[in-house]
């Protein structure tokens, strides 16, 4: 089987500020990897250059056996956060169909195919109730569904999600964190999710890619999320706190950020 992701020997390097250098990663239909770390350690540009915006210093890329390109099909992006103007007309439903034919210029799809896909993708979000909504009325985790639902409806085979709890209850991170899922285990859709609220998708990883000062540990959470292993990887003492379901790291580094997380 054709890996969604593959990554051999890649490098990215902002002048001789290294990133990270020397991954090999592949990520299967169907696989959720939590990418981990701290701002300033790559993990905003991994997606940019699975995006196609960015490209390697070092090493390859492929998106279902193909390089990576801008507007490429079948390739979900949820960002931070959706920014809306006090001044936009659009509603939810609007929005949603922009992840449809958005990026078409002229006719694209015909209008009933549009608008059953648009449904689908408030439905499997939950959003119906307030799909005639302007954008700028609904609430924060209102709108990350929204933008969930975007994401979806142009039936992704990959899901690249830019710290999409950032900002929302704890309510709503463990709502979007399972629709995200939801996608995944129902569809086979491999998600790529950076992240840096560990506790709403510890369960649900099956794999995390940590980033820290140019390096970086690949595995299952259980095996990377521990002291020794991310001492090991910032170079001093880190401990790996657990407490029930609650995991935090204290110790680690800070590192400085350049707006490429």
């Known amino acids: 089987m054709t890996p969604a992701i593959a990554l051999r020997g890649a490098g990215l390097a902002y002048g001789s500020r290294v990133l990270w ?19 300033g350690t790559g993990k905003s540009s991994l997606l940019r ?53 958005g990026h078409r210029w ?19 979000v939950g959003a119906e109730p307030y799909a005639d909504v302007p954008l700028r009325l609904l609430s ?8 969930v639902a975007q994401a979806l409806a ?5 899901l690249l999600c830019d710290e999409p709890l950032l900002s929302l209850d704890p309510g709503s991170q463990a709502t979007v964190a399972g629709l995200i899922d939801q996608r995944r285990r129902t569809r086979d859709t491999a998600v790529v999710f950076v992240t840096h609220e560990i506790e ?23 095996d990377v999320l521990t002291s020794p292993v991310l ?20 110790g680690a580094p800070p590192v400085r950020a350049e707006g490429t997380a």
């Open 200 to 222: 709403p998708i510890l369960g649900l990883a099956d794999r995390v890619l940590y980033l820290a000062g140019g390096r970086f540990r690949i595995g299952a959470p259980d």
């Open 106 to 124: 002229g006719f694209g799809r015909a209008r009933g195919a549009v608008r059953e896909r648009v449904e689908d993708a408030l439905r499997a």
């Open 154 to 158: 142009s039936d992704p085979r990959i």
């Open 49 to 101: 250059v699975l995006l196609g915006l960015r490209r390697l210093t070092e090493g390859t890329v492929e998106i279902a056996g193909r390089a990576p390109r801008r507007g490429g099909d079948r390739v979900g992006y949820v960002p931070q956060r959706l920014e809306v103007s006090p001044l936009t007309p659009l509603r939810a439903r609007d929005f949603v169909r922009l992840g449809v034919d």
């Open 231 to 250: 001492s090991d990887l910032y170079g001093t003492p880190v401990q790996v706190v657990r407490a029930g379901d609650h995991v935090a790291v204290v």
């Open 21 to 39: 250098r020397g991954l090999d990663l592949e990520v299967r239909p169907g696989e959720f990897l939590a990418v981990l770390g701290a701002n």
């Open 140 to 147: 924060g985790g209102e709108r990350q569904r929204v933008r």
